[in-house]
């Protein structure tokens, strides 16, 4: 079965810096993705970036990117120019590409709190 | 447009009652999934539906049922309600979930006393 690991229960930032958020994965499986999703107070799961394991390349929205290192099971998030609205429960999550296609696994989510 | 809507946003039930959860998802999505976040953890998957059959179930007993209908919006019941079914539900739908990913709602608050 697979599993998530995400080893940082909570974490904080200081405005305009950058901060890494580490997950880890476990499957025998090699075609999968994985997301990171982020969660602030209003409860809604928004999705914040996304990767397809059979590409090397790590993926990239805007202030936030990916390094995705596909033998060692690690797929970290990394926040630039954090910003306060930024503050939120980010969880990475897990999708296999076949047989249980569409169903997340999630870690147990980091807090980050970005501070002013 | 709207994205998933989720209702109630709060419930509160009585041990040994049922309940009904209802979502509308996202408009153009057909695929929609149900998740159960208790506090301070990650969402874990109870199914999943498409084409108003359920086509995935994770590990969760058959007190947990659903339903997904022509419109594709989507119902969980859960019954003979326990202690620990306490918890956040979202609802998330998607067009194709490995493709685009899932969108979620703000989810409904279940408290069971």
């Not at chain 1, 079965?1 to 090699?30: G, H, I, K, R, W």
């Not at chain 1, 998030?77 to 990475?92: E, H, N, R, W």
């Amino acid at each position: 079965a697979q599993t998530v690991t995400q080893s940082q229960p909570e974490m904080s930032v200081q405005e305009a810096e950058t901060v890494t958020l580490s997950c880890t994965y476990d499957t025998s499986e090699n075609n999968y993705y994985l997301f990171w999703y982020k969660q602030p107070p209003s409860r809604q799961m928004i999705l914040v970036i996304r990767q397809e394991a059979y590409k090397q390349q790590n993926a990239t929205e805007n202030r936030f990117s990916v390094n995705f290192q596909k033998a060692a099971k690690s797929f970290s998030l990394k926040i630039s120019d954090s910003q306060l609205g930024d503050t939120a429960m980010y969880f990475c999550a897990f999708m296999n590409y076949g047989g249980s296609q569409g169903n997340l696994i999630f870690g147990k989510g980091t807090k980050l709190s970005v501070k002013p | 447009d709207a994205g998933v809507t989720q209702s109630p946003t709060h419930l509160i039930k009585t041990r040994g009652q049922q309940v009904t959860l209802r979502c509308s998802p996202k408009s153009g999505h057909d695929t929609v999934s149900w998740y159960q976040q208790a506090l301070g953890q990650g969402p874990q998957f109870i199914f999943q539906y498409y084409e108003e059959e359920e086509r995935q179930r994770g590990n969760f007993p058959d007190r947990f049922s659903g339903h997904q209908f022509p419109n594709y919006s989507s119902e969980l019941n859960v019954n003979a309600l326990l202690l620990g079914d306490s918890a956040l539900y979202l609802c998330a739908s998607s067009l194709d979930p490995t493709l685009y990913g899932y969108t979620f709602g703000s989810g409904t608050r279940l408290t069971v006393v």
